[in-house]
């Protein structure tokens, strides 16, 4: 890291949904394997096993898309990180295995089971069933996914946003309905009609019991840096900074929080990020985003400056050229600009990127990132 003087290696935390937040963490990772090499010498073992280095990161990962699927629990962004970061990941769907192949499913669908527009492969299904056999001894998700990471190795500790079961719900219009509206679980919205169905709104089914996970909290205030990855900024980041404690912990972190743009060029990076944008009166453009965030308080009193969703979030965003108009807003409204290509092709693109968002959280703290 090109902090002033070499610190302690970096305690990073990365808020992140499936596809996009997998790949950015991808290249933090191979950044942070040139920065904080592990080597085989005493003094600078592996922060995580399997990670290359000696820097740690604790991936937060959104849990509203979890589902209740063939009476197996289904957790599609938790199972995206881990799958890519393990290098099991199908990397052309972006989701589920590599090598898959879909005989069950074939099987549950002749049973009229499950939802066959929504394919559970074998290899998946393994995780499916173990995670669920697990849930049914009364091990928490995060004991769960600990255990699914144990063999999968991810190089970061992946914990979900909650334990508790809070699913993203999308409102439709549906004129045989009484009120005219009915909801679908997110995966129904998103993959059965691609999000073609205008969303009138997303809720966040129970949230005002959920708790975040063990050590979500911990993690964000002890951070050494605090990321948003280019994921969802509605049903991925949005969901988890939704999570009572969540929001509030990032605004109170003194670590500094720099997010990613997932929108370039007023169109977005990959997903159907600009349906969920319009559900909630959110321009799709990465100044709008970023001032969705809002600006993290820094008055005496940490007044609350941004609109996001718990007030204001983030320190720093990183926009694309194409958007380098917006530069001079953001810096107004409080959060510093880098303009930088987001476009990434590839894990050394990934890993640029990476590199510049701690540069910039460093510019930001005017001084390293690397712990104090
Ligand atoms: N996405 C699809 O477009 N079609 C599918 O059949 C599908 C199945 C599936 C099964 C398990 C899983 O973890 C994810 C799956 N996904 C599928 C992707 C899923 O919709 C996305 O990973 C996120 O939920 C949206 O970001």
């Known amino acids: 890291m090109s902090g002033v003087e070499h610190g302690r290696p970096p305690h990073i935390v990365v808020l992140a949904g499936g596809v996009g937040g997998s790949r950015f963490t991808r290249g933090l990772l191979h950044h942070l394997r040139t920065e ?46 881990m799958y890519a970061l393990g290098d099991a990941a199908d990397e052309q769907r972006g989701w589920g295995r590599r090598d898959e192949s879909e005989r069950v499913s074939a099987e549950l669908t002749a049973y009229g089971v499950g939802w066959p527009w929504f394919t559970l492969g074998d290899l998946d299904l393994g995780t499916h069933i173990a995670r669920s056999s697990w849930l049914r001894d009364g091990l928490p998700l995060s004991e769960a996914t600990r ?28 004129g045989d309905a009484p009120d005219g509206t009915r909801q679908l679980h997110f995966e129904e919205w998103w993959v059965r009609h691609r999000a073609a169905l205008p ?6 089914d129970g949230v005002a019991d959920a708790r975040p996970a063990p050590g979500v ?22 969901t988890i900074l939704g999570i009572p404690g969540i929001a509030e912990a990032v605004r109170r972190t003194a670590a500094p929080v720099i997010a990613v743009s997932p929108i370039i060029g007023g169109s977005v990076v990959r997903g159907m990020a600009d349906a969920c944008l319009h559900a909630i009166g959110v321009e799709t453009s990465a100044v709008a985003v970023a001032e969705h965030y809002g600006a993290r308080g820094s008055g005496p009193s940490g007044e609350v400056h941004g609109a996001g969703p718990g007030g204001g979030l983030i320190d720093g965003w990183l926009v694309d ?11 107004e409204a409080g959060i510093r600009p880098l303009v930088r290509p987001l476009w990434f092709h590839s894990v050394e693109e990934t890993a640029a990127i990476a590199a510049d968002a701690i540069a910039l959280a460093e510019s930001v703290t005017a001084g390293s990132v690397a712990r104090r």
Not at 152 to 159: D, K, N, Y
Not at 217 to 238: M, Q, R, T
């Open 36 to 81: 904080w090499p592990a080597s085989g010498a005493a003094g600078s073992a592996e922060s995580v096993p399997g990670s290359g280095t000696t820097a740690s990161v604790t991936v937060v990962a959104n849990t509203g898309d979890d589902l209740w699927l063939a009476g197996l629990r289904v957790c599609p962004d938790l199972d995206s990180i």
């Open 199 to 204: 969303a009138l709104a997303f809720t966040q």
């Open 147 to 174: 255990r699914l990471c144990a063999r999968w190795r991810p190089g970061v500790t992946l914990i979900p946003a909650t334990d508790d079961e809070v699913p993203t719900l999308v409102t439709v219009a549906d």
């Open 321 to 331: 050229p194409a958007d380098a108009a917006a530069a001079p807003r953001l810096e």
């Open 217 to 238: 909290l911990e993690a964000i205030a002890d951070a050494d840096l605090v990321l948003f990855a280019p994921s969802n900024p509605v049903v991925s980041i949005g």
